[in-house]
């Protein structure tokens, strides 16, 4: 993915609902982006889907759930999210803002969905359209039909099959307050860490670590 910053419309940047966006939960429990997030979530789905559904014509419901999953994932909007020019601009507390870029992912990739949930909110289904395809038009243009959509520890599991490799090990556990979830993967005697909100993303993000350290090697 390219790592050119993605500009934000002023517009957009001097909507109350669009700085509500970049309010992490960990600054405030009463005005922070989790509803925002949770709409934005539906709006990004069906603008993808429908995008999707338009384009590959021949391709049938499975692929297209896959090939969405691509790019709809918390790996994949934390980097878009991180290519903004309003990143700077997220709120959190100290205490999560000194956590490593991994466990942030989740973060990243949940302000994301709210700023779609803020343009949504204020300027309209259209306006949520338009900021969607634009963030996403570098990832939806090196789509092809031809490709391989899976996830990382679906990819993990065969890349060690062929290498007559034992399948790796996940470890989740959640925090005290059951609201995130802490995964481990023992690859080849190292070991690779991720957290997320979400159990199965924990343990991709982490498949796709070792991943990265297998294509390494």
Same mark, same amino acid.
């Given at each position: 993915?390219?790592?050119? $910053? ?25 005005? &922070? ?39 709809? &994932? ?39 969905? %709210?700023?779609?949930? %803020? ?8 306006? %949520?359209?338009?900021?969607?395809? !634009? ?9 092809? %039909?031809? !490709? ?19 399948? $790796?090990?996940?470890?989740?556990? $959640? ?10 993967? &023992? ?31």
């Amino acid at each position: 993915m390219s790592n050119s $910053p993605i500009k934000v419309s002023k517009q957009y940047m001097e909507l109350a609902s669009f700085q509500q966006a970049l309010i992490h939960k960990s600054v405030s429990k009463t005005k &922070n982006n989790e509803r925002l997030e949770f709409l934005g979530d539906a709006v990004l789905e069906i603008v993808i889907s429908e995008y999707l559904f338009n384009t590959f014509s021949d391709l049938d419901e499975g692929v297209l759930t896959q090939m969405r999953a691509s790019l709809v &994932n918390t790996q994949s909007l934390s980097e878009i999210f991180l290519q903004l020019e309003c990143k700077n601009q997220l709120k959190v507390s100290k205490g999560t803002d000194n956590l490593d870029e991994t466990h942030k992912y989740s973060i990243y990739a949940g302000t994301l969905e %709210a700023c779609i949930g %803020a343009i949504f909110v204020d300027l309209g289904s259209e306006e %949520a359209k338009y900021f969607i395809l !634009d963030i996403f038009s570098t990832c939806l243009s090196n789509l092809s %039909a031809t !490709d391989e959509f899976k996830d990382a520890k679906s990819r993990l599991q065969e890349a060690l099959q062929a290498m007559n490799q034992e399948l $790796p090990q996940y470890s989740v556990k $959640p925090n005290q307050e059951g609201t995130h979830f802490y995964c481990e993967v &023992n690859l080849l005697g190292a070991v690779f860490s991720a957290s997320s909100e979400i159990k199965k993303d924990a343990e991709q993000q982490a498949a796709a670590l070792a991943l990265k350290s297998l294509a390494k090697s």
